[in-house]
């Protein structure tokens, strides 16, 4: 005698796994790619002369703009060369804030 499984135990087991992956992406995946896509555009926006801070929390002033490479100006002597991807957007909205 072949015994055959419950169809709703047959379905409920696609299901579990699938609601699974959807939480997932719904609360990881989407997210963090929209924050990159946010800080790339963001990257992409900067100019000569924009007041930022770096993901280390140095903060400075642009003063060249290479293809990766960001000249900050620090004090009135002192420049540092970074990388477009060290500056935080997030940091640097904030300080803009703090400023107004």
Known sequence: MILQADPLAQLTQFIFPALLILVLYMF??????????????????????????????????ITKIDDQVVTLQISQKGFLEILRTAISSEMTESLNKEAK
């Open 28 to 61: 990881f995946i989407r997210p963090q790619a929209k924050k990159q896509k946010v800080q790339k555009s963001f990257e992409e926006s900067l100019e000569k002369g924009k007041k930022i801070v770096t993901t280390s929390g140095i903060i400075g002033t």
